[in-house]
């Protein structure tokens, strides 16, 4: 189930469900993304998520699916705010249902990698270092090309 | 034409709308992204991409009247 809304969500629930819609799973992992309430010595104070509709949703539901099929997964739930949000805030849910722990551990981690580089928002951090957008940093395109290795 | 710019293109322009009634003679999306560079020179940037009805387009996609076209820049990840 994938989902790109403004509203809040419950992780606990989310998990729930998609055990319910997993009931041969023998692993569910999970990651709960929060605001962080600064950047080095930069005090946030909003985060300002704008997405564009389908172009958002169908880009995600594509990484969804990638991920769905390279790590064989029962299912899994993405979950993404857009909007303004405050720190401490959840912000993105990921969370995959597999045979196994290990696919289920490898499927959230390169699902949020992806997401992190790829997935069609636009961020901007408004705190006490004035306005300013965000891109991916360094960090997160290496962790990105981490899922191009051939092992 | 509806026309949507997105993220820091929104900020460069100042707006995040037209709506503008296409010329006969703009055909694809290069020819579009010169007219409007002219009053806004931000859509010139090579990192600003655009999107014509929901996908990525190149510049030499076809573009007309009921479509509805995004200017974005890099994306921000989630």
């Known amino acids: 189930m994938i989902r790109v809304q403004p509203e809040p969500f419950d992780p606990a629930i989310e998990l729930d469900a998609l055990a319910g819609r997993a009931p041969g799973a023998g692993a569910i992992a999970s990651f709960v993304g929060l605001v962080r309430p600064s950047t080095g010595e930069t005090t946030v104070d909003q985060l300002i998520l704008e997405q564009y509709g389908n172009f958002t949703l169908a880009t995600v539901n594509a990484i969804a699916e990638a991920g ?5 997964l029962l299912d899994l739930t993405i979950i993404h705010r ?6 401490g805030e959840a912000i993105v849910f990921v969370a ?3 045979s196994h722990r290990r696919a289920a551990f490898d499927a959230v981690d390169y699902l949020m990698d992806r997401l992190k580089t ?3 928002f636009w961020k901007r951090e408004q705190g006490s270092a004035g306005s300013h957008w965000i891109e991916p940093t360094p960090d997160d395109h290496a962790a990105r090309r981490r899922w191009e290795l051939k092992t | 034409m509806k026309i ?14 037209i709506d503008l009634a296409l010329p006969a003679d703009i055909a694809d999306v290069e020819a579009l992204r010169c007219l409007l560079g002219n009053d806004y020179p931000a859509l010139l940037d090579p990192t600003v991409r655009v999107i ?7 510049g030499s996609q076809p573009v007309a009247a009921d479509d509805e076209v995004a200017f974005f820049p890099p994306v921000s990840g989630g």
Do not use: C, I, Y
Request: proline share 5%.
């Open chain 1, 68 to 72: 769905k099929t390279r790590f064989a």
């Open chain 1, 82 to 87: 857009f909007g303004t949000l405050s720190p």
């Open chain 1, 96 to 98: 995959a249902a597999a």
């Open chain 1, 118 to 120: 790829e997935a069609p």
């Open chain 2, 4 to 17: 949507l710019f997105l993220g820091r293109v929104a900020d460069a322009l100042g707006m995040r709308q």
């Open chain 2, 52 to 58: 014509v009805n929901d996908a990525v387009a190149l």
